[in-house]
């Protein structure tokens, strides 16, 4: 092995601490970039390809209820691809259910029903754990209320308390709001089992598609608007024609704004991994001058002195790689899960995004590459005499305005007068400290203000919209007479009407 390189492994091995330094520094950069990489890419690649996956409908019409006829006319119509009835029990236009709970709470629940939920077309629902079909009572979205094999006491509209198994879990991805909020019980049956709970076999849910890869919203309106009329001609109420965004998961809009903040960070700790190395790197250099002035005597050209540098800064770089980048895709991935649970969406497994090995590479390769070439070439341009007879910075200082200003400073001990002067010798490095420094305080202050940011503002909204107690009535009653025997409860501070349509 030539001397040249020899006094590579020397440096790599002969100073322990500095070589940590860097290698931890740089690893720094690779994780972050490699997580954020990383978990960007799984949501952004998944979150729609899983949605288009359950078939979704492009339009839901909530009516007055019909029957499997109705269905077949309708799907004879001019622009419908396909059409489903189901039924569904909610507080505007069906029975209204509660689930009840041991310790003698109540929550709401809503109920929907299809003739085989094995042969879904459209909105098909994925089995976490459980029985499907089997012998279905029924199923629900992951709730802490109840779970596969509970035995779930319901209070019917009339006051009728049923025991219904829970045949096991399943994931919608249409129900975002159920699967964020939590505090409705969502569930699942056939037709069979709304029969034994004494609700209708009729469907007042219509969901249907418009032909096309990707049709547009208004395509989906116009369907809609001539399903309306069909309704109307056979004299049956449409309450409600809900268009959707085809192709496009409901929560794509909350997505986009997660996958914006996280390519932002990204970003920033981009930056911030390559000031860590320029730091890292620009130091150790600043130790090499003399090496580098005492080689260049005894004949190393300036090309391989670059190159023993170069080869430096690629080690620690590779070593960085080696620590940090096995760890970032799993951690990545881990956090892109953290938002499927909260958003409701699907991802496809866990796997290494070419892009993020590139992103890592960059940093841990390139960086250090470019952040030594730099100083490298600097330092080639030194003399052989001042680079050998370079003791620290000394020569340096007291050439610019900063240094006389220090100079002539008075009343301070000698070393902070000398701490002072080491500040800024190199102005340079101490502006790239600085902004290293800077940067990295200002991605904190910037991360965990958005979070108490975001908490605050929840704190706020949310007594806003939730009460202790809500209270729906089968009719409507004069708000002034509810509001007053209400208010003759002990412990009601306050009580107010509200009218939904």
């Avoid at 020899?6 to 950069?29: E, F, M, N, P, Q």
């Avoid at 699967?179 to 049956?189: F, R, T």
């Avoid at 469907?203 to 309106?221: C, E, I, K, S």
């Avoid at 979070?451 to 708000?479: G, K, M, W």
């Amino acid at each position: 092995m030539s001397p040249r390189w020899r006094k590579v492994l020397a440096d790599l091995w002969g100073h322990k601490a500095r070589t940590l330094l860097a290698v931890l520094s740089i690893a720094a950069g690779v994780f972050a970039v490699g997580m954020i990489s990383s978990a960007y890419f799984s949501i952004d690649h998944d979150i729609d390809r899983t949605y288009t996956a359950i078939h979704p409908a492009h339009g839901v019409i909530t009516a007055e209820p019909f029957d499997d006829e109705m269905i077949k006319v309708i799907e004879r119509l001019p622009g419908v691809e396909k059409a489903e009835g189901r039924a569904r029990t909610d507080r505007m236009y069906a029975a209204r259910m509660s689930v009840l709970l041991g310790d003698g709470d109540k929550y709401p629940l809503t109920m929907a029903a299809v003739e085989d939920l094995s042969t879904l077309c459209m909105d098909q629902l994925t089995l976490v754990s459980g029985d499907w079909p089997g012998k279905m009572e029924m199923l629900v979205l992951p709730s802490p209320f109840a779970q596969t094999d509970d035995v779930v006491q319901v209070e019917l509209a009339d006051g009728r308390i049923r025991e219904l198994r829970v045949s096991g879990v399943v994931q919608d991805l249409n129900n975002v709001l159920g699967a964020v909020i939590g505090l409705e019980l969502y569930a699942y049956a056939n037709l069979e089992t709304f029969d034994s709970l004494g609700l209708p076999r009729a469907f007042n849910r219509l969901y249907f598609r418009v032909p096309g890869d990707a049709p547009t919203r208004d395509d989906v309106r116009t369907t809609g608007k001539d399903i309306e009329r069909l309704f109307s001609r056979n004299e049956k109420t449409v309450f409600q024609l809900e268009t959707r965004s085809p192709n496009r998961h409901p929560a794509g809009t909350f997505a986009t704004g997660l996958l914006a903040l996280l390519a932002g960070l990204g970003m920033l700790l981009l930056v911030l991994g390559g000031f860590l190395v320029t730091n890292v790197v620009s130091g150790l250099l600043a130790q090499q001058v003399q090496q580098i002035g005492i080689m260049k005597a005894v004949g190393a050209r300036s090309s391989q002195v670059v190159g023993m540098v170069l080869v430096l800064a690629t080690s620690f770089g590779a070593m960085a790689l080696l620590l940090a980048a096995p760890l970032a895709p799993r951690v990545g991935y881990a956090l892109a899960q953290s938002s499927a649970s909260l958003l409701n969406y699907r991802l496809l497994g866990f796997r290494v995004f070419p892009v993020s090995i590139l992103l890592m590479l960059g940093v841990g390769l390139i960086t250090p590459w470019v952040a030594a070439l730099l100083p490298a070439l600097g330092a080639m341009r030194i003399s052989v005499h001042k680079a050998i007879t370079t003791y620290g910075a000394s020569a340096e200082f007291g050439s610019s305005l900063i240094d006389r200003l220090i100079e002539r400073l008075r009343g301070l001990s000698r070393p902070l007068l000398l701490s002072l002067r080491n500040t800024v010798r190199r102005k340079g490095r101490l502006a790239l400290t600085l902004s290293t420094l800077a940067l990295a305080g200002a991605i904190f202050m910037a991360v965990f203000t958005t979070r108490a940011s975001i908490v605050h503002s929840f704190d706020r909204l949310l007594p806003l919209y939730f009460a202790d107690l809500n209270v729906d009535f089968e009719h409507t009653h004069r708000t002034e007479t509810i509001t007053k025997l209400i208010q003759q409860v002990p412990g009601v501070v306050h009580a107010e009407g509200w009218a939904v349509t």
